[in-house]
């Protein structure tokens, strides 16, 4: 199965509001298929994509921002902090008063 190329084909006709992207897919792994998606999508639209790694390797944070992702969390998910991870980043900001 080719999960990361399939990963870029559906953000091409679908929009999504935030994207979990395994980084160990075969074929395309995570990092290059946000980095397709990334140059696809340009400066005006950005969804917010949240790296998913197999352990917190030293270097794995420096290829997640290399890849433009926009924050990471490790495996085995802890489901308090993918919770809090992902209304970070789906949360409109708190208007001023």
């Given at each position: 199965m080719e999960v990361g190329l399939e990963a870029?084909?559906?953000t091409k006709v679908v929009e999504f509001d935030l994207l979990l992207m395994d980084c160990n897919m075969p074929v395309?792994?995570?990092?290059?298929?946000?980095?397709k998606t990334r140059q696809r999508a340009g400066l005006?639209?950005?969804?917010?994509?949240?790296?998913?790694t197999?352990?917190?390797?030293?270097?794995?944070?420096?290829k997640?921002?290399?890849?433009r992702m926009d924050d990471s969390i490790s495996k085995p998910l802890d489901s308090k902090?993918?919770?809090?991870?992902?209304l970070k980043?789906?949360?409109a900001p708190?208007?001023?008063d």
């Open positions: 870029v084909k559906i395309m792994d995570g990092w290059q298929a946000t980095k005006d639209h950005r969804t917010p994509t949240i790296a998913v197999a352990n917190a390797m030293k270097g794995d944070s420096e997640c921002l290399a890849a902090k993918l919770f809090e991870t992902i980043w789906t949360q708190a208007a001023a």
